[in-house]
Nanobody, 124 residues
Framework: QVHLIESGGGLVQAGASLRLSCRAN??????MGWFRQAPGKEREFLAA??????????YFSDSVKGRFTLARDNAKNTLYLQMSSLKPEDTGNYYC?????????????????WGQGTQVTVSS
């Protein structure tokens, strides 16, 4: 059985940094990514990695490009989201997702498995 286990959320001030972790138990995936959902809003794509040309390639939404980075530890089957220069509008529940598909995957329906979510709150 597959589980995605997230950790690292919390309450920080604007401008701070935070790192989220997502460990996949049960199998490895071609694609893993992060989404965010704020109250009353739809789930928003943030960043993901895809397997291409024998390497992992990260890609980001415009809202976080330049502030968020990804790292992947294949030995631990873990994806990290490093967030810096956090803003109050980054507040939300952050979800890790995994897909058996390969490609540029930015929609929630592109993903097959989801973590339980971890809350990030950025105060002004």
């Amino acid at each position: 059985q597959v589980h995605l286990i997230e950790s690292g959320g919390g309450l920080v001030q604007a401008g701070a940094s935070l790192r989220l972790s997502c460990r996949a138990n049960g199998r490895s995936f071609s694609s893993m990514g992060w989404f965010r959902q704020a109250p009353g809003k739809e789930r928003e794509f943030l960043a993901a990695t895809m397997w291409s040309a024998n390497t992992w390639t990260p890609y980001f939404s415009d809202s976080v490009k330049g502030r968020f980075t990804l790292a992947r530890d294949n030995a631990k089957n873990t994806l990290y989201l490093q967030m810096s220069s956090l803003k109050p509008e980054d507040t939300g529940n952050y979800y890790c997702a995994a897909s058996i598909r390969i490609g540029d995957l930015r929609g929630p329906n592109d993903y097959d498995y989801w973590g339980q979510g971890t809350q990030v709150t950025v105060s002004s």
